[in-house]
């Protein structure tokens, strides 16, 4: 089981830190990621990261977005810098097996329920 916190509202420009933890021991999880949708769109990848390090980020949030995990904890997080309008939507973290699979395809294990960015 996964499960966001870290969500609020801010102004643009500023910060918040999400993070997703998680029920299990992730510290085995090949491919830990976050993902979001803004209302009336598709929900889309903004980052991902594997045992390897691998960290593709979607362009809109390079430079601003950072992943990170605490193995001990259980727990993965989003440093969000910078903050835009448009980064406004439900953030949602995830686990799974591939990659390839969880960055092209949003093929997942396990979701979290999810946690509402709002920037204004």
């Avoid at 997703?20 to 009336?40: H, K, L, T």
């Avoid at 950072?66 to 259980?74: M, V």
Wanted: charged share 15%.
């Amino acid at each position: 089981q996964l499960v966001e916190s870290g969500g609020g509202s801010v102004q643009a420009g500023g910060s918040l830190r999400l993070s997703c933890a998680a029920s299990g021991d992730i510290s085995s999880a090949f491919v830990m990621g976050w993902f979001r949708q803004a209302p009336g769109k598709e929900r889309e990848g903004v980052v991902v990261i594997n045992s390897d390090g691998v960290t593709p980020y979607a362009d809109s949030v390079k430079g601003r977005f950072t992943i990170s995990k605490d193995n001990a904890n259980n727990t993965q997080y989003l440093q969000m810098n910078s903050l835009k309008p448009e980064d406004t939507a439900m953030y949602y973290c995830a686990v799974g097996s591939s990659l390839l699979q969880m960055w092209s395809h949003q093929k997942a294990d396990y979701w979290g329920q999810g946690t509402q960015v709002t920037v204004s």
